[in-house]
């Protein structure tokens, strides 16, 4: 089955920073990136996701990029602010089932 | 909110009993996924169903079990429970899972002492 890298487990970054996270998944058949944000005590809440025939995808002050040769897609927030702290998750998902294997999650701390 | 409603937030049972997760999809989603999250497991896929039939299990335990129902909300049970079975399940609805956004829902966070 598929299995989901993601890197860092913790980043700390300056309000106004930027924050990288970086995933890499097992399945060549996997074609839907979803990025969820998890804050305390809630569920995960989809932020931004990509399919795999767009390379890159922007919303505001993220964006997500994908290279499938390399198997490998990350999340960039710009200009970070205090309340971007939370969990971040990566998952793959492979078209037929769609069901999401979840990287196992980056914490982001801005400090102000 | 997501729209997706689970009950009951919090729930403390001792081993060897058995319990029912219950939730509800955002209105109109024919798909509703269970997941376990634990510190070291992280988020798990259990099971999937869409419009009552189970469409694809993960790494359920056998212990545990899954229906949904003809109003499409689903109910999760867990019994014969042991420690390592404390964790923060999530239930999570979509349009017709099919690459359809997940929406997950808040969890409900079980303790076996």
């Known amino acids: 089955g598929e299995n989901v890298e993601q890197h860092p487990s913790t980043l700390s970054v300056q309000e106004g920073d930027s924050a990288v996270i970086k995933c890499t998944y097992s399945?060549?058949?996997?074609?839907?990136f979803p990025w969820y944000k998890q804050e305390l005590g809630k569920g995960p809440q989809l932020i931004i996701d990509?399919?795999?025939?767009?390379g890159e995808k922007k919303d505001q002050r993220i964006a997500v990029t994908l290279n499938k040769t390399a198997k490998h897609f990350s999340l960039h927030i710009t200009e970070t602010q205090p309340e971007d702290s939370a969990v971040y998750f990566c998952?793959?998902?492979?078209?037929?089932?769609?069901?999401?294997?979840f990287g196992r999650g980056t914490s982001l701390i801005v400090h102000p | 909110d997501s729209g997706v409603t689970q009950t009951p937030k919090h729930l403390i049972t001792a081993t060897g009993q058995r319990v029912t997760l219950r939730c509800s999809p955002r209105?109109?989603?024919?798909?509703v996924y269970w997941y376990q999250q634990s510190l070291d497991q992280g988020l798990q896929f259990l099971i999937q169903?869409?419009?009552?039939?189970?469409?694809a299990k993960g790494n359920i335990l056998e212990r545990f079990s899954a229906q949904q129902f003809p109003d499409l909300h689903s109910e999760l049970n867990l019994s014969s429970l042991e420690l390592g079975d404390s964790a923060l399940y999530f239930c999570?609805?979509?349009?017709?899972?099919?690459?359809?956004?997940?929406?997950f829902g808040e969890g409900s966070w079980l303790t076996v002492v």
């Open positions: 999570a609805s979509s349009a017709d899972g099919t690459g359809n956004t997940i929406y």
């Open positions: 399945d060549s058949a996997s074609n839907y």
């Open positions: 990509i399919r795999s025939n767009v």
């Open positions: 998952a793959a998902a492979a078209g037929g089932s769609y069901i999401p294997t």
């Open positions: 209105s109109g989603d024919l798909s």
């Open positions: 169903y869409y419009n009552g039939e189970e469409r």
